[in-house]
């Protein structure tokens, strides 16, 4: 309850939350210790970790383990990506939000995405009573679990970008009415269009770090209260270690993979709790 008091606040902090994404133990616990607030899962970096793509393709059990693992070991908010629910119902939805709550996250990112592979939405008004079922549930619980609710309209709706850019402030001012704490529209880059929603919603909006996208001091100009890491954290990850085989294999050298290494002792205290 505590710390679901405490992730709703740092949304409505005037500085806008800078929040990273991890997809196990060891990289929760190195945002932590660099002083974050809060973090959150990547679902395609803890998915891939774990050896499945991204689209729900890890199953339920995995997933809250991992989370669970995280939440256990740091002492800050844990925001858990349960991608579009797992589950195209509202018992099997129910089931996921208490099992992630149980699993100690105190917020979640939820999309409308209805078919990974063929890209659709769900319409719009079927999504906005999973919102509600979500703090219906939540609420339960007595954990009023921070809801992020993400639209991929601006991605994979139909029409020119004005189209999709309306499309999905609707799609959100419905998710906002039926719950939601925090608007995601996905695929946004462009300074202006963002500026546009933040005027155009009530709640606060979360952009993630994409290539183009505006500096974070612009996006704190212009209003938006939440900038997440998504798997670009893991993107780096995998292209150092890219950068360190190639040089092992091509060159006979190993310059890059001790340069800015951790030690034995460092890396085993990150499986240790903080608290």
Known sequence: ????????????????????????????????DAGFPAIATS?????????YPDGEK????????????????????????IESGFGSDIDQLSDTIRRVIDAGAVGINIEDISDFEEESLLPTEKQAERIRTIRRVSDSLGVPIVINARTDAYRFGTGDESTKFEE??????AYE????DCLYPMG????????????????????MVR????????????????????????YASIGLLRRI??????????????????????????????R
């Open 188 to 207: 946004l880059t462009d300074k202006e269009r963002i500026a546009m929603f933040v005027k155009a919603v009530n709640k606060p909006v979360n952009v």
């Open 245 to 274: 085989a190639q040089e092992l294999k091509q060159e006979g050298r190993y310059d890059t993979l001790l340069t800015g290494a951790i030690t034995f002792d460092e890396l085993n205290a990150l499986a240790k709790p903080k």
């Open 43 to 51: 679902s395609a970096a803890l998915s891939v970790s774990l050896g």
């Open 177 to 180: 009415a039926a719950g939601a």
């Open 1 to 32: 309850m505590e710390k679901a008091e405490e992730f709703r606040s740092l949304h409505q902090d005037k500085r806008i939350l800078v929040l990273p994404n991890a997809w196990d133990v060891p990289s929760a616990r190195v945002f932590e």
């Open 211 to 234: 290539k183009g996208a505006p500096t974070i001091s612009e996006l704190e100009r212009i209003g938006v209260k939440r900038l997440s890491l998504g798997p670009t954290a893991m």
């Open 168 to 173: 999905a402030i609707r799609r959100e001012k």
């Open 58 to 81: 890890i199953g339920k059990e995995e997933l809250f383990s991992v989370v669970k693992k995280i939440a256990d070991t740091v002492s800050i908010p844990l925001s858990a990506d």
